[in-house]
């Protein structure tokens, strides 16, 4: 058993080439494929249906490719579409896939992936407790699909999260239910704040289950490896966990910090040594041959400055929030490794400290 | 004779209690300030205001601190403000003054001001041949204002140029004058070209006056210490060389690189490393001291690509191109120097290669 | 007595030429003048600067004329900058004066103006009770300074209120007290809202204080008649109340309505049809001589529907809703009058029902 | 024969449930649609993904109800979407249809349709007088598709045309040919302007086709009636005549005007007129039960003003001109009708004069 993991270039979020030819170039098996990242162009808030359209382009493609239905996919590839580019990112699909070949080596970990769903949430649970333990659940039996065993090997989980619409509100409402937030935007950071917060728990980062008011609200509590995404499409939380594992072969292997702020540059410094890399700059075109992803999160912090400097990120009313920190992170990340090619996704609730953030790096061992 | 150079916040762009302060305080004395220049929080584009309220409110309290009027203060202190603090720039003035304390050091250089102004352009002349010559003229006289006897010595020269008005080309057009172009949006990156082509003039980074025809067109031509910036209030050019001189004492010193893309951190990396601070990755808090400013200019690479990868930065209808060139550059010096108040403009015509430009930073000497 | 209205364009927020040009044509003194209203091109949202920038050269440029300082107009002159001049919205001043002459015709009323101004208020203060009870006092107060003696004669009552600062809560909670909301920029709506509502309960439009939980919530309760725009640069009340009196002479009338809805057309050609102008459909030439100013608010229906119909504006990241609302309700009356220097502002709690709004206008009688 | 023309919502971009609905109903048989419009909630400009987001939508469920492949409806179908729901404009779609019942009545024409094709332009000839030329007898060819025999029952003439991109231009170059420009955003409007003075050709509003260096400057030359949109997926010109012929029946009919200005509402009140429609102001509920959509155009004028008072539009950078443009006219026509479904685009080159465009309203005859 071996990772795979490719990064390729999308032209626009129905550009779907990329994925295609690595199917039909025989580099990735079709069947093999467990989740596809996107980082698409739209403005990643509200009205960016990048997001969707990539999306729905890669299902009809893959399922194509699979010789299925569409619809067939869902509960078996995980789509995470993350819009927004800002700054000098660049769009690209993400594609994770496991093949059988690879034995493992004696005494050596290697990169391994696990994914795992939870049951569809009830609305009144979206933002709650309870997505918070099915979560945690779900995190360990996708850590044991994938042969983690321990906590500290993993390094990034990424999940899948729903989100509140009007219609789900009123559903609960009708047999009396009361949901966490009336506001929709709203909904998704809690969302995405409880299922970061299923993660850490998981991972022993948090000792118990906060409570309900601790969600989007206690920023001392989170995880250093979530990274989740909110989505209106689904009702449940898909999840993929990857990891240092001794039963993975192949050359693939990967680590994480957390970035204490937006300009934390020397947290990513600290990944790529201990992966083996060069930190004293940016990597030099040998070294980025080993370099083959970075996923990271970002958010502008609350209090309004980075180390005592005020930021405007907040108080811009042309440009979200969110993207001045994807920009933001985005730059300082692609500084360090000579790339614009980067997974830098905004939303950061309990993913990393107030302005802060996971980055965990994928690369070839040497 | 010694350099006085200060960064202050700037809570927003009517806020001048930080110039003030270094007034009161008795840091800098009012007659001493040479240039203040200004990262505001606007959009850096056409309906950016909150450059000339900055301006505006800095020549009224100038003007009360030197007891004069603030017109008188026209043609003696140079007011450029860049709107954009994109990502995570943060907004501050810059106080550049010159002070008649500090002996020089034998056989040590140390940074030198100098500044100067052309004659007013007619404005057929923006843009154009004339505007070139003049203000190699100009970077001469303040080159030697400034005691900096070889171009090879000079890092950074800023400059604010003039801008052709409906009013302005109807002038021109009365007199049977053809103006370079009718655009004024355009007018705008053909006099900072311009002017940067009169920067590399007078350093020798082009061997001669280029043709009209090039002034905007032929991007390999262009100097790797000019910053220009283009504003209304004024038809002629206003000079500011930063450079060394063994004429001056004081602790500051500066040096410059060209950034070859926007995220040539090395390039930045160099600079740090000339002038004696560390080169490993971001400043510490200890070397962080010596550290005084960093001036850099960003620009959206016109080929729509960074290294072989989309950007899209001239594709996104909602964020203006120089606005994502300022978030990339900021985020990738930021990473570097552990700070976000950084002097990062936009609009780099002939200053540095398509989608780099020059990176210059003063520090204290050790 | 008799009450002037004179709209002047304005090239940039600077740019005070119209009014000082009203002032030495002799058009109105400056003495005379109470307030000055100014259609600014900013955003109209947090980082709007082009209202600070506008108001500070009114300031100094009326200072001038007065000869006093800037801030001795404090409490004298109402100075109310709207940012946004979405679709075709013009920049503009409206000046409001008072002048000696024009004796008052028997059995006919004409505009009056009158202004108040509350106490400062405490931090806890705003957005609750205290705000709508001291506001109402000073509306009965202006309306009577303006010779008003009937709540139905008022046809539009503009407030600028203030809004809470970090500075402010921490002030408060210093002192032990709570804030009605520690978000500054909900704060704005809170304050706007508390103060239509004392409008409302001085023109018996509520027939009681609401309770505290009322403001910004219940949308049933609202003033057909207030204009109320939050700013950080006060801490009271300042109220310009107009409507028919008796007691003034002149040529100048005013009628108001409630827009149902940003497409309620017919409720402006009520106000028309009233002033005795032409409801046929947009004003002719001739006509439109007879036309003043025409001020109206405008908000996004929160039910994100204008008449059973999906509208974006809150779905909408890239531009915010507010301004979506200008960019509608500026182009419905624009069609109306024929006219695009309209005094079309957001923010619209309490000030007409959910999604609509109040229009005033002003005419000359015939 | 008779014409059929339905409105149907749109939740999102993705969402054709209104449109198969019309055809699972039997309202609409899925062989008889000739084009769909749509109104999308895209920025409308470079980056708005919402336009292809829906066509692929619309022909994968078209497709499916035809029992074809979605490529097989190339050329048979007109997809046309614009971007761009400002204001309160409501996103939507459009569907055109003939049905074979409806015979016609003596002395009465009724709405009729026609739909042709050119064939596939070389790059070279884009935005240029073979464009004009070949649009101008495929006009033709539709009208007489559509039984129109005279130019002056002509009312909407709706063309999808191509736009340059950088391998187009590399291909013509490649033979030795040069483009119309090399700035491809400037390619749709020189599209858009050359197929408009295709119609205007055809319809007689120009006498001769005009020299390639008059087409998108001389802005004296323009259709009354063309509607033009350039879109990425073609190479031919696709179109869509609307107008009034005696060989068709049904219960629908159509006029136009030419509004001046964005505020020319009684334009817009001359076409209600001509239908039958009252013009008084708003419809009313009863009234409104005949109107049956609304096309026009939007653009910016050029001049910076309208009816002498400045617009911001051009000088916007947060916001594109052609927005503001389409939330203007939107608001007009909105407040006229009474409904916000209308179908109002932007980029209105030779349609219409210089900061107007045409109106055309399909009504259901009395």
């Given at each position: 058993?071996?990772?795979i ?8 979020p ?9 199917i039909?170039?025989?580099t990735?098996a079709?069947?093999?494929i467990?989740?596809i990242?996107g980082k698409t162009?739209g ?10 359209y ?8 893959l399922?194509?490719?699979r010789?299925c239905?569409?619809?067939d ?6 789509f995470?579409?993350s819009g ?31 994914t ?20 945690a659940?779900?995190?360990r039996a ?7 065993t321990e906590?500290?090997?993993v390094?990034?989980?990424q999940?899948k999260?729903?989100?509140l619409t009007r ?11 009361r949901v966490?937030t009336?506001?929709?935007y709203?909904?998704m950071?809690?969302s995405r704040g409880?299922?970061?917060l ?7 980062e948090v000792?118990a289950?906060?409570?309900d ?5 206690d920023?001392t509590l989170f ?5 989740t ?5 689904l009702?449940r939380n898909?999840i993929m966990v990857a990891g240092?594992?001794a039963?993975w072969?192949?050359?693939?292997v990967i680590?994480h910090?957390v970035m204490?702020d937006?300009i934390?540059?020397p947290?990513?410094?600290?990944v790529l040594?201990?992966l ?5 700059g940016q990597?030099?075109?040998m ?13 502008p912090?609350?209090s309004?400055?980075i180390?005592?400097?005020r930021?405007i990120m907040?108080?811009d009313s042309?440009i979200?929030?969110t ?6 992170v985005?730059?300082v990340l ?7 090619r ?5 939303g950061?609730e309990h993913?990393?400290?107030?302005g802060?953030g996971p980055?965990a790096i994928?690369?070839?061992a040497?």
């Amino acid at each position: 058993m071996r990772a795979i993991v490719h990064r390729v270039p999308m032209s626009d979020p129905s550009d779907v080439s990329g994925v295609v030819g690595l199917i039909e170039s025989g580099t990735v098996a079709a069947d093999d494929i467990l989740a596809i990242l996107g980082k698409t162009e739209g403005n990643g808030c509200v009205n960016d249906f990048t997001r969707g359209y990539a999306t729905a382009s890669l299902k009809t493609a893959l399922a194509e490719q699979r010789g299925c239905r569409p619809k067939d996919l869902d509960g078996k590839v995980a789509f995470v579409m993350s819009g927004g580019t800002e700054g000098g990112l660049s769009p690209h699909f993400l594609v994770f896939a496991r093949a059988a070949d690879g034995a493992p080596a004696a005494g050596q970990k290697r990169l391994a992936l696990g994914t795992a769903f939870t049951r569809a949430f009830a609305p009144e649970e979206i933002g709650r407790r309870a997505q918070v333990e099915e979560t945690a659940a779900a995190v360990r039996a996708a850590m044991t699909e994938a042969g983690i065993t321990e906590a500290g090997d993993v390094h990034y989980v990424q999940i899948k999260c729903p989100l509140l619409t009007r219609e789900r509100m009123a559903e609960a409402e009708a047999r009396g239910q009361r949901v966490a937030t009336e506001d929709t935007y709203h909904s998704m950071g809690l969302s995405r704040g409880a299922s970061a917060l299923g993660v850490a728990l998981a991972l022993g980062e948090v000792a118990a289950v906060p409570p309900d008011a601790a969600i989007g609200h206690d920023l001392t509590l989170f995880s250093s490896r979530a990274s989740t995404s909110a989505g209106i499409e689904l009702m449940r939380n898909e999840i993929m966990v990857a990891g240092m594992s001794a039963a993975w072969g192949g050359d693939l292997v990967i680590d994480h910090a957390v970035m204490k702020d937006g300009i934390d540059l020397p947290a990513a410094q600290g990944v790529l040594g201990r992966l083996g890399l060069p930190v004293g700059g940016q990597l030099d075109e040998m070294t980025r041959t080993r370099f083959v992803a970075l996923l990271a999160k970002a958010e502008p912090s609350r209090s309004g400055t980075i180390r005592g400097a005020r930021h405007i990120m907040w108080d811009d009313s042309d440009i979200n929030a969110t993207r001045h920190a994807r920009a933001l992170v985005g730059g300082v990340l692609a500084g360090l490794i000579g790339d614009t090619r980067l997974f830098v996704s905004g939303g950061a609730e309990h993913q990393g400290p107030d302005g802060g953030g996971p980055v965990a790096i994928i690369a070839r061992a040497h």
